[in-house]
């Protein structure tokens, strides 16, 4: 986040040094005054052991949850709180639709004087030390507490808490399933505080190698899967700088042993891209949302359509619902993010333009949005049940067909395939010699007030009756003009 002024450079690395136990993440990084009373629904839990890191657990359970269900760690931003994260990032929603726990973690000014969870800390950051600790500590009380699923325990976290989320799926690979980490920082790219303005404001050069072996060093000798990553990132942050997306793909790609090579990439709402990186079984492993002109900040959707959530606010930035598209990328929705979707039926061209062609089919149960392509090349996206294709070619034919896509990502058959033709394009003149009667009656002309009008040019003919006769010339689809004197 920019500091007062905007200044997205040399007044924040001026700033550093002279904040005492702060990180240039906290740089301005939400606004002072943010709720600290309880949400509701939102309690505080004692005694979930030693905690080194000096934490405080709060933690929000549906009614009616069962036990075998998943359980959530969200960690807040620099300066925010547990009732804040939980009031605006769209968690309860989802704990409530899709029953599952949460728990949010907090941090406050006796840690750092801006309430920042000390990613940049080995001694708070590293398995079995210090912040790292404490959260491992919260999930094995909440675990016992409410049943949940050891085996479905997911973290998450925005900015300095995104920066802990990455580092805890290393420290903790055994324990997380799957991570999610909004506008932060790769794991253990910083290990004194010294280092976080190094990691913020540009690459690291460190190559996917380099980065893959600070998560295996995270956790020496761990011999089991990796945690399932989904990374969201603005192209407008100018507090942690979008190279950290990349450089986050290339750690955990190179941690499950996977190309940097997507194996798809489609349009979301809000301007967001999404490419997902798969698993030798085909599933997403590794998922890497780019939303253009984004700042800083977590991306919320507020609304009550499906895939909305959260409520905007300093540093909850109205794009899209991440908390929604994450749930579903680990199951939460019940999904398994593999099950491919039936072909939609009802592909149909419902009109064409010289330059566009609108397509309409009907809706598959199950899909989140549809891909469309054209001649077999995706061209676009929709969520819902038309597409209007631009920038086409006049007099033209194009074949389409459409896929539906789930809210993991995974892109279902293709429809049987509908060719769409635009108006317009080369067109041969004709020529008709018939009397103003006539030539109305034949579509080519009209008329308005006892007198005739010749289609596209409005060429006045003269008077409507069967005595005035006209050669009109046909020069393009639907436009006549007067050519009496040939044709």
């Not at 500590?137 to 949940?148: L, P, R």
């Not at 997380?176 to 004194?192: D, E, P, V």
């Not at 893959?212 to 990132?233: C, E, F, L, M």
């Not at 074949?399 to 395939?417: E, H, I, L």
Request: charged share 10%.
């Amino acid at each position: 986040m920019t500091l007062p002024g905007n200044s997205r450079t040399g007044a924040a690395r001026r700033w550093i040094p002279a904040a005492t136990g702060a990180l240039a993440l906290a740089a301005g990084l939400l606004t002072a005054g943010a709720p600290t009373a309880a949400a509701a629904g939102l309690t505080q839990v004692s005694g979930f052991g030693s905690n080194p890191g000096n934490l405080a657990m709060y933690e929000y359970a549906p009614d009616g949850l069962g036990t075998g269900r998943p359980l959530v760690i969200a960690l807040h931003g620099c300066s925010q709180s547990a009732s804040d994260y939980h009031a605006h990032s769209g968690w309860a929603q989802f704990a409530d639709q899709y029953k599952f726990a949460v728990v949010y973690p907090q941090t406050g000014s006796a840690n750092n004087s801006l309430s920042c969870f000390r990613w940049f800390d080995s001694s708070q950051s590293t398995r079995g030390k210090g912040e790292a600790l404490s959260i491992k500590q919260m999930v094995d009380k909440a675990v016992a507490q409410y049943g949940s699923d050891p085996g479905r325990v997911y973290v998450t976290g925005l900015s300095a808490g995104g920066g802990q989320a990455a580092n805890l799926l290393a420290d903790y690979p055994d324990v997380f399933a799957g991570g999610s980490i909004a506008s932060g920082l790769g794991a253990q790219c910083a290990t004194t505080q010294n280092g976080a303005s190094s990691c913020q404001y540009g690459s690291m050069n460190l190559s996917a190698a380099q980065w893959g072996d600070k998560v295996r060093n995270s956790y020496p000798g761990y011999t089991g899967p990796y945690p399932r990553v989904a990374i969201w990132q603005g192209s407008s942050d100018y507090t942690v700088y979008p190279v950290n997306g990349t450089e986050l793909r290339d750690q955990w790609t190179n941690a499950w042993g996977i190309p940097q090579t997507a194996s798809s990439t489609r349009s979301l709402p809000g301007n967001t891209t999404l490419t997902s990186y798969d698993d030798a079984t085909g599933k997403p492993a590794v998922q890497l949302y780019s939303i253009s002109g984004m700042g800083h900040g977590l991306a919320v959707d507020p609304g009550s359509g499906t895939g909305q959530c959260g409520s905007a606010g300093s540093y909850y930035l109205d794009t899209i619902c991440s908390s929604y598209y994450t749930a579903a990328f680990w199951g939460l929705d019940g999904s398994t993010g593999t099950a491919a979707l039936p072909a939609p039926t009802g592909l149909a061209v419902s009109s064409t333009t010289d330059t566009t062609a609108t397509l309409g089919w009907s809706a598959v149960s199950g899909a989140s949005s549809y891909n469309v392509y054209r001649g077999g090349a995706a061209v676009g996206t929709a969520t819902g049940t038309s597409y209007t294709d631009p920038g086409l070619a006049a007099g033209t034919g194009y074949s389409y067909t459409v896929a539906a896509v789930d809210p993991s990502g995974a892109v279902g058959a293709q429809s049987a395939a509908v060719t769409a033709t635009t108006t317009g394009g080369a067109h041969t003149p004709q020529c008709f010699t018939a009397s103003n009667y006539a030539q109305v009656g034949a579509g080519r002309a009209r008329t308005s007030g006892g007198y005739t009008y010749a289609n596209g040019s409005d060429q006045n003919m003269g008077l409507y009756n069967l005595f005035v006769t006209h050669t009109l010339k046909e020069t393009a689809d639907g436009y006549y003009v007067i050519s009496d004197s040939g044709c």
